[in-house]
């Protein structure tokens, strides 16, 4: 999918990855950006159309169908994340709290939006997933699990949206510079960076970008004979 002359909805627009995204459409060329925040007026990013966007609120996703009729990609950005452990005493709580943006946000989005797409000649789906959809240690545990299940997701869209020709792309990537990470020490990659190879990957039709190097180690030892997933020797 090329960008150029594309009209694009992007969710959690206002910050972090999803600013970055915005940014980087408008400089490529795009038609039309819709920057989706829960409070519009967070985004002040000249050139784009905010609209007020809660993804787990169903009537704020119809009418930003309703508003949005031209989109041709949609970038399923939003996202929340908490740290903590499945044994916390808040952790059921906390859980669905995550689930409810980064799955079921995901999944509304994703069913609203489809049928523009393919009236729009197929379009694409982005989805932002995580290296975290494969590996778990417990720090970030319902985060993590709703990226799996986010990935299962995607995986399973690609196949459903096939028919009228939607391409569906996961972008997985290891700790980005953004708010979500800021209490977070170790390697970070810019969300410009993330951003630029992911549109890049999208362009060039792939299903999926591991944007940095750590993520692409990760999976590719998800088959090793001690797997990523599993608790590595020190």
Known sequence: MKIDNTTVLITGAN????????RELLARGARKVYACARDPSTI??????????????????????ARAGDVTLVINNAGVGHFGGFLAADSD?????QFETNFFGMLRMSKAFAPVLAANGGGALLN????????????????AASKSAAWSLTNALRHELAAQKTQ????????VDTDLTRGIDGPKTSAEEIVKRALDGLEAGLDEVLADERTRFVKQGLTAPTPSYMPQAA
């Open 44 to 65: 002040t990013l000249p050139g784009v159309e905010a609209i007020r966007l809660n993804v787990t609120k169903p009537d704020e996703v119809a009418a930003a169908v």
């Open 168 to 175: 569906v792309l996961a972008l997985h990537m290891a700790f």
């Open 15 to 22: 910050r972090g990855i999803g600013l970055a995204f915005a």
């Open 93 to 97: 709580e906390v859980a669905r709290r």
């Open 128 to 143: 932002v997933l995580s290296i975290v959809s494969w590996i778990n240690s417990g720090q970030l545990a319902a985060y």
